[in-house]
T-cell receptor, first 116, second 112 residues
Framework: DTEVTQTPKHLVMGMTNKKSLKCEQH?????MYWYKQKAKKPPELMFV???????INESVPSRFSPECPNSSLLNLHLHALQPEDSALYLC???????????????FGPGTRLTVL | SQQGEEDPQALSIQEGENATMNCSYK?????LQWYRQNSGRGLVHLIL?????REKHSGRLRVTLDTSKKSSSLLITASRAADTASYFC????????????FGKGTHLIIQP
């Protein structure tokens, strides 16, 4: 199975809502990532998890809270978002095999988030 | 951050022609990768070239890397309508679990 799945595909939420994005992979990858992509822009890295521990946080506002319950799952908890947070949120995974490895990444289809 | 710049930003060619996209980056890298994205969906990994490699081929794709100029190019030969997509270069400063920094991308349109 070489697929990364993301749910939901679309999400509309108000600024006072709490919601979660989910990502799953069954490739045995030990590194997982969240990226944010605005329309007509490149993806921007948000978080990196390595062996289920947060290793990189690209100064993301605290209204985004990542969680890695196990090696196959990655969540992104959303709370008190702003309209400018509307974007495509992409999850990815890679082998994560140490500093000598190469991080070819497998991406999910994304969750298109709209904040009203 | 290692922001990549790509040119052209948009490219329209006839089916069967070759398409060349260029990417420049700013700092030292471990590897450079190219990805394709169709209509705002997930990205698909195309090819990875290591910092000690100069050229790599995969099917109709040819990638070059010039670390002295901090630049890379992606050549797609014998283009097909299905190649219509956005193409991004992405750099990584480390291996293993390192996030990618993407270039601005080239939107390629293949005219039938």
């Amino acid at each position: 199975d070489t697929e990364v799945t993301q749910t939901p595909k679309h999400l509309v939420m108000g600024m006072t809502n709490k919601k979660s994005l989910k990502c799953e992979q069954h490739m045995g990858h030990r590194a997982m990532y969240w990226y944010k992509q605005k329309a007509k822009k490149p993806p921007e890295l948000m978080f990196v998890y390595s062996y289920e521990k947060l290793s990189i946080n690209e100064s993301v506002p605290s209204r985004f809270s990542p969680e890695c319950p196990n090696s196959s799952l990655l969540n992104l908890h959303l709370h008190a978002l702003q309209p400018e947070d509307s974007a495509l949120y992409l999850c990815a995974s890679s082998h994560g095999g140490g500093a000598g490895g190469y991080n070819e990444q497998f991406f999910g289809p994304g969750t298109r988030l709209t904040v009203l | 951050s290692q922001q990549g710049e790509e040119d052209p930003q948009a490219l329209s060619i006839q089916e069967g022609e070759n398409a060349t996209m260029n990417c420049s980056y700013k700092t030292s890298i471990n590897n450079l990768q190219w990805y394709r994205q169709n209509s705002g969906r997930g990205l698909v990994h195309l090819i990875l070239i290591r910092s000690n490699e100069r050229e790599k081929h995969s099917g109709r794709l040819r990638v070059t890397l010039d670390t002295s100029k901090k630049s890379s190019s992606l050549l797609i030969t014998a283009s097909r309508a299905a190649d219509t997509a956005s193409y991004f270069c992405a750099t990584s400063g480390g291996g293993g679990a390192d996030g990618l920094t993407f270039g601005k991308g080239t939107h390629l349109i293949i005219q039938p």
